[in-house]
Every structure is written in structure tokens, then in C-alpha cells.
Nanobody, 127 residues
Framework: QVQLVESGGGSVEVGGSLRVSCAAS????????MAWFRQAPGKEREGVAS???????YYSDSVKGRFAISQDNAKKTVYLQMNNLKPEDTAMYYC?????????????????????WGQGTLVTVSS
């Protein structure tokens, strides 16, 4: 079965950097729009970044210029490099896959577009 396993979360100070990873298994990687979402306590899950099969990337305004999404098809892994972290970036970060959708398109940030989710990895940014 499809599995997405996140790793790399942790605690970092304001202005620091962190890279989270998502390892995929159970399907032929590379046929899907992949995305990172996050959910802070008491808030709705929101789209952070996504990447499609031709490498097009999408970012929320709140992280644009600070975060970078990438993927390694050979390793079946998608990454989120987070720089200049702020306290408001504190959240559980989730990896998601939209199987069978090679392009992310206008729905890249919508949770309903993604059928497969990881268990999440916690990122805490302290001042």
C-alpha cells in the first residue's frame, strides 16, 4: 500500500534552517503531484508547497522566498528546505500525494486534492 513517511522535523531558533523529507513507497513514484502541508494548533491545515512531475513548483505567499520544495525520483523522496524560519512556521508538517495527477495546477494547495498523507513531522521555531 502507499506509504508516505516524513522525517527531519525538530526544534530550531528563529532565523535558522531545517530540511524535512518524505519517503514514498508502495507505488511507482513520479506520477503524482507531491505537496507539503502544515497545521498549527487550533488552525486549519494549509498548503505550503507542491511540485509536479515536470518540476513546476508552487508556494504559499507566507513561505515564498524562504522555503524550497524538491524531489529525488530515484530515492522516491520529496524534500522541503526551510530557511529563515519564523515562530509562525511552527506546525506539524505533512507530506501528501495526489496519485495519478502529474500536474498540481490551481488546486495545489487544497487538502481535498490529495488522497495520500503521511503521519507528519513536528517543526518548532523558538525565539
Amino acid at each position: 500500500q502507499v506509504q508516505l513517511v516524513e522525517s527531519g522535523g525538530g526544534s530550531v531558533e528563529v532565523g535558522g534552517s531545517l530540511r524535512v523529507s518524505c519517503a514514498a513507497s508502495g507505488y511507482i513514484y513520479g506520477d503524482s503531484c507531491m505537496a507539503w502541508f502544515r497545521q498549527a494548533p487550533g488552525k486549519e491545515r494549509e498548503g505550503v508547497a507542491s511540485i509536479d512531475t515536470v518540476g513546476s513548483t508552487y508556494y504559499s505567499d507566507s513561505v515564498k522566498g524562504r522555503f524550497a520544495i524538491s524531489q529525488d525520483n530515484a530515492k522516491k523522496t520529496v524534500y522541503l528546505q526551510m530557511n529563515n524560519l519564523k515562530p509562525e512556521d511552527t506546525a506539524m508538517y505533512y507530506c501528501a500525494a495526489n496519485r495519478g495527477a502529474p500536474w498540481c495546477g490551481a488546486s495545489w494547495y487544497q487538502t481535498g486534492s490529495f488522497g495520500y498523507w503521511g503521519q507528519g513531522t513536528l517543526v518548532t521555531v523558538s525565539s
